[in-house]
């Protein structure tokens, strides 16, 4: 397989130009917002104006959270000496984890306007996201950023501008971290199931996969490998997400039995 090299610009209108990233991140909340509003209808606690803020403040949380997390966790030095970079999000440059954690904070402000438990809130959230994963990291492809290792093995693909083959990582996280847990969560969380237990295997299954991944993706070249010739920042920040996970998880099951 040869990478197409995608012109990064999805349309360019002389004024402005849109690009495929932003288009993604679009496509990502669209895809909650009509999810929820699916779910909504099986759910007596939920209505259109819960799912209109719900977005609105989920959004805000990625994108302010998402910059954040980026440049504190993984690009700190640049940010000290050009603090405006936080702004040149056309490129990329958004964590997951910084996302993550922005959502969080979104929710507990939503939940105190609507007099709604965070975990009764979460457990709705979490099938809602990872086809919006899915989308950025098809981004992240599109832009020609976070590959793989150079590899000779079939699954590599031909970068023409490198001369050489690399894992097509964000592929492999479209899928799993998109596709596969989307079907994971979804399925699961169709039927009633004990509080905070929906959350816990997105936290789960994502930081495993996350985890794998990471073995095949080459870290940011700023950080490079932090311990062990192979431990990565998102290996580092993913751990904490696995045991937290495996914790809710069995503390609601074991508390109702």
């Known amino acids: 397989m040869t990478y197409p090299s995608i012109n990064p610009v ?39 104006q819960n799912i209109e803020d719900l977005i609105f403040y989920g959004a805000i949380g990625v994108i302010v959270g998402g910059r954040l997390g980026y440049v504190l966790f993984y690009n700190l030095p640049n940010f000290l000496s050009d603090p405006l970079s936080i702004f040149a999000i056309q490129g990329g440059g958004m964590s997951f984890h910084g996302g993550f954690l922005g959502v969080l904070l979104a929710m507990v402000i939503f939940n105190q306007k609507y007099n ?34 150079v590899t000779t093995s079939p699954l590599g693909m031909y970068i023409q501008e490198q001369g050489v083959s690399r894992y097509p990582s964000q592929l492999y996280e479209a899928f799993l971290e998109g596709l596969v847990l989307f079907i994971i969560l979804w399925l699961y969380s169709n039927k ?5 237990s ?60």
Not at 18 to 24: R, S
Not at 118 to 145: C, K
Not at 201 to 218: D, H, K, N, S
């Open 10 to 48: 999805a349309l360019d209108l002389g004024f402005a130009q849109i690009y495929w990233y932003g288009l993604m991140y679009l496509g990502a909340f669209l895809a909650a917002y009509f999810l929820a509003n699916y779910r909504a209808k099986q759910d007596e606690n939920w209505n259109t």
């Open 116 to 149: 709604k438990t965070f975990f009764a809130t979460m457990d709705f959230v979490a099938p809602l996201v990872p086809l919006g994963l899915g989308f950025g990291r098809i981004g992240n492809f599109i832009n020609g950023e976070l590959w793989g290792k």
């Open 192 to 196: 009633p199931r004990p509080l905070m």
């Open 198 to 257: 929906v959350s816990a295997l997105f936290l789960i299954f994502y930081g495993l996969f996350r985890f794998i991944i990471e073995f095949v993706r080459v870290p940011d070249v700023q950080l490079g490998y932090l311990a062990f010739g192979w431990l990565t920042m998102g290996q580092l920040l993913s751990l904490p997400m696995i045991i937290l996970g495996v914790y809710l998880f069995y503390k609601p099951n074991k508390r109702q039995a």
